[in-house]
């Protein structure tokens, strides 16, 4: 496994990946910085994001997760850039209208922020969830409308 951690919006990102996919990209608490050198294109990636020059993504990630888990990461990815969806409506793009709690479940099991852009979904009542903290995702989704 490689690791590097690194900073993004005022938060420290650590990103893991295998020799050909990425395993996680996640939030943690450390401060500290460690660049692994294969992993330069996809911080290059998350740095252009920052600078709003980039708003989509094609890393090689590696879904250890459920046909379902997987059908709604699939979905998450369609979600364009400073856009947001219901939990509803991702259950309607799966095909699965009655599945809005599962998929926020799903969504929960996300294992790569920002690429698979789980802050671009919210309740039908406010924010809804964010298994990096609530003021993640309101920072993610403000840097995101800025260009609306």
């Known amino acids: 496994m490689k690791k ?6 005022g938060y420290t ?12 990209l996640n939030r943690i608490e450390s401060k500290q910085t460690y660049i692994d050198p294969t992993h330069h294109r996809y911080i290059q990636d998350i740095i252009e994001y920052e600078l709003h ?3 989509t993504f094609d890393w090689p990630i590696a879904f250890n997760h459920t046909p379902f888990q997987i059908q709604v990461f699939k979905a998450l990815q369609s979600i364009p850039y400073s856009e947001v969806r219901t939990y509803g409506e991702i ?15 799903a969504i929960s099991n996300n294992p790569v922020l920002i690429v698979v852009p789980c802050h671009r ?13 609530l003021d993640m995702k309101k920072t993610l989704l403000n840097h995101e409308i800025v260009l609306r």
């Open 4 to 9: 590097s951690t690194f900073p993004c919006l």
């Open 13 to 24: 990102l650590e990103l893991i990946s295998d020799d050909t996919h990425i395993i996680s």
């Open 53 to 55: 020059q980039r708003s």
């Open 91 to 105: 259950a309607v793009m799966i095909g699965n209208p009655k599945a809005s709690r599962a998929v926020g479940q």
């Open 121 to 133: 979904v919210v309740a039908t009542n406010g924010l809804g969830g964010f298994s990096s903290g």
